[in-house]
């Protein structure tokens, strides 16, 4: 349960991410009167910065305090093959 609590907070901000640009965009072209200026960049922020973070969060985290279970068992079995090598 907490592991989908944590995805799904994850999820959310990789939204928040990628729409709060280009409403920031909307409200700039409106305050401005330009055309579509700001909407384009915050488009293009926004998506650059949710791809950044989506691309971050599926890489595997080696370093953590809190491996998962399959990571260890992983980790002991590469040990075990390392041991047994002539």
């Known amino acids: 349960m907490a592991k989908a609590v944590a995805w799904s907070s ?6 928040i ?3 709060l640009p ?15 200026v700001f909407v ?4 293009v922020l ?9 691309v971050r969060l599926t890489k595997p985290r080696h370093g953590s305090s809190a491996p998962d279970k399959s990571a260890k068992e992983a980790s ?3 040990h ?4 047994t090598k002539p």
């Open 10 to 15: 994850e999820v959310i901000s990789i939204a």
């Open 17 to 19: 991410e990628m729409v």
């Open 22 to 36: 280009m409403l920031l965009g909307i409200w700039l072209d409106r305050k401005l009167g330009t055309v579509m």
């Open 40 to 43: 384009l960049l915050g488009a």
């Open 46 to 54: 926004g998506f650059s910065l949710g791809l950044f973070h989506l």
């Open 76 to 78: 002991a079995s590469q």
């Open 80 to 83: 075990s093959e390392e041991d």
